[in-house]
């Protein structure tokens, strides 16, 4: 009977294994990767070999604990045959077409990807692509500049890219698909269970035009977490993070937070001063995280900044608040 360590005998193999069989993002897994490869680190998870010393002796007990009973060879097999069945397509890093845009992600890249479709959207540079997400219950306001503002980059032959939910992320991806441009959906479920099911319609048709792509394998449901996770997806795979409309507490400023990080300039849409479905975009822009969005050429100012000043240093100067720039200081 094959066993977890005989099915992993390879990175490909062993990083499906893991992937299939773990939670997005984990921090333990990303440094054993890091430091020893995905078939070592699915032996260590098994019982066999030493941790390396970066590893502490009592985190690597715990997640050894946490791990080996995950890591179940009927899972592993279910996925690859469904993956084939659907006529998916699986990326590792060292793949061709692997998104480099990622590895900035260091310990926390994305174990695989789970794709369907245009491929090639990844390996374009990462200026060629923008995320533009926010509010689920956006108000037709937030609808009508994200259409206005994904349609007119698209013309300019930006890829979009977005989650795929409702409100923002949904009239992002109608506006490419309209225009005949590229849109991009990152998922927080099993591309065999497009979410939600309301969108389903939608995400089809980015799957045939566009690229759906997820570090979940077939099967997976999204979870709180799962969508937590995906957000540092989102803001490593373009050259700068747009919110169109968020409230105070939308999720989407965790993404802008995750995208500021590293290194990615942010912007924000502006809304109504009695709305509350605007108050977490003027947060963003209150607090100096984001810069000031009003068209296309906003946008395409922070992928394409001017000669001799980098994206990065367009996200430091993003990140210094008002009352710091005020007094000539950052943070």
Do not use: C
Not at 61 to 90: C, S
Not at 117 to 124: D, E, H, K, M, R
Not at 125 to 154: C, N
């Amino acid at each position: 009977m094959a066993t977890i360590t005989s099915l992993s005998k390879d990175e490909r193999a062993a990083r499906v294994a893991l992937a299939a069989t773990l939670e997005p993002d984990d921090a333990v897994t990303g440094r054993l990767i890091a430091a020893v490869g995905a078939v070592e680190t699915v032996r260590l998870a098994t019982g066999t070999g030493a941790f390396p010393k970066k590893v502490d002796a009592i985190e690597a007990g715990l997640w050894r604990n946490k791990v080996a009973p995950r890591l179940d060879v009927q899972a592993v097999t279910r996925v690859l045959t469904e993956t084939d069945r659907l006529g998916l397509r699986v990326l590792v890093p060292g793949d061709s077409d692997w998104p480099t845009a990622l590895n900035d992600l260091g310990e926390r890249a994305p174990t695989a990807l789970w794709l369907r479709g245009a491929t090639s959207f990844l390996t374009a540079p990462l200026s060629d692509r923008v995320t533009i997400t926010g509010a689920r219950a956006a108000t037709s306001y937030g609808e009508h500049v994200t259409g206005e503002l994904a349609s007119d980059l698209t013309h300019a032959e930006r890829i979009i890219v977005a989650g795929g939910a409702y409100g923002i992320d949904a009239a992002a991806h109608r506006a490419a698909l309209a225009t005949g441009g590229q849109t991009l959906a990152v998922m927080v479920s099993g591309l065999d269970r497009l979410y939600p099911s309301g969108n389903r319609e939608l995400l089809e048709r980015v799957g045939d035009l566009g690229l759906l792509a997820s570090e979940m394998p077939p099967g997976a449901t999204p979870t709180k977490w799962r969508f937590l996770a995906r957000n540092r997806i989102l803001g490593a795979l373009s050259g700068a993070t747009v919110i169109a409309e968020a409230g105070y507490r939308s999720g989407s400023l965790n993404l802008a937070a995750r995208a500021a990080q590293l290194g990615r300039p942010v912007g924000a849409v502006p809304g109504p001063v009695t709305s509350v479905s605007s108050a977490g975009t003027h947060r963003l822009l209150r607090e100096g995280i984001a810069s000031l969005i009003t068209d296309a050429t906003d946008v395409t100012a922070l992928l394409d900044p001017p000669a001799g000043v980098s994206g990065k240093a367009l996200a430091r100067e993003s990140a210094i608040t008002p009352s710091a720039r005020r007094e000539g200081r950052a943070l």
